[in-house]
T-cell receptor, first 116, second 115 residues
Framework: ETGVTQTPRHLVMGMTNKKSLKCEQH?????MYWYKQSAKKPLELMFV???????ENNSVPSRFSPECPNSSHLFLHLHTLQPEDSALYLC???????????????FGPGTRLLVL | GDSVTQMEGPVTLSEEAFLTINCTYT??????LFWYVQYPGEGLQLLLK?????DKGSNKGFEATYRKETTSFHLEKGSVQVSDSAVYFC??????????????FGKGTKLSVKP
């Protein structure tokens, strides 16, 4: 049990659908992250939120829209995705981003997304 | 920019064999180094970390030493078990551009341990 939960665990959607991924952390952390994990590629950082404020957008297409209503919840809204967006989407959290390079991130189990 | 390179998998070993997974990095400054493990169907879990040169991280029989002179952080275990079968990711923290604490990952190495 990592303290970071993600729903749904699996999602199949068409290119015209709109769906949302949810992440919740029960660790009292202040920073949350979205990553994309594709086959044969390194994990790609997508978004970072510190204290509910977005501090990083790693050149992610606008068809991915994050939302962080509070420090415990993070959403990723999806619309008009492409088949190449099929991947495992991982959420992570960390305690205090001001600790910088010593910070440990805790990951959720991921949402396996398939875009048809 | 900063980067992490780890050995290509998959790696297949027999139970009780010795494991080494190589990891080298390129970074400006002094990053922290991490090994994460991903068991089938799960997210990543921190396995061990080291925050400065010559530090040794260890956990569950795994060890890795931060070698600044060779820019390496190789993962080792003296005797692997079937339950160690997973994908292992080497990572470093990224301090550039004000992005304190963000992680840069290698591509992962899949380990399969046979009974």
């Amino acid at each position: 049990e990592t303290g970071v939960t993600q729903t749904p665990r699996h999602l199949v959607m068409g290119m015209t659908n709109k769906k949302s991924l949810k992440c919740e952390q029960h660790l009292g952390h202040n920073a949350m992250y979205w990553y994309k994990q594709s086959a044969k590629k390194p994990l790609e950082l997508m978004f970072v939120y510190n204290f509910k404020e977005q501090t990083e957008n790693n050149s992610v297409p606008s068809r991915f829209s994050p939302e962080c209503p509070n420090s415990s919840h993070l959403f990723l809204h999806l619309h008009t995705l492409q088949p190449e967006d099929s991947a495992l989407y991982l959420c992570a959290s960390s305690q205090d981003p001001q600790r910088g390079r010593q910070e440990t991130q805790y990951f959720g189990p991921g949402t396996r997304l398939l875009v048809l | 920019g900063d980067s992490v390179t780890q050995m290509e998998g998959p790696v297949t070993l027999s139970e009780e064999a010795f494991l080494t997974i190589n990891c080298t990095y390129t970074a400006t400054g002094y990053p922290s180094l991490f090994w994460y493990v991903q068991y089938p169907g799960e997210g990543l879990q921190l396995l061990l970390k080291a925050t400065k040169a010559d530090d040794k991280g260890s956990n569950k029989g795994f060890e890795a030493t931060y070698r600044k002179e060779t820019t390496s952080f190789h993962l080792e275990k003296g005797s692997v078990q079937v339950s160690d079968s997973a994908v292992y990711f080497c990572a470093l923290s990224d301090r550039n551009g004000g992005s304190q604490g963000n992680l840069i990952f290698g591509k992962g190495t899949k380990l399969s341990v046979k009974p």
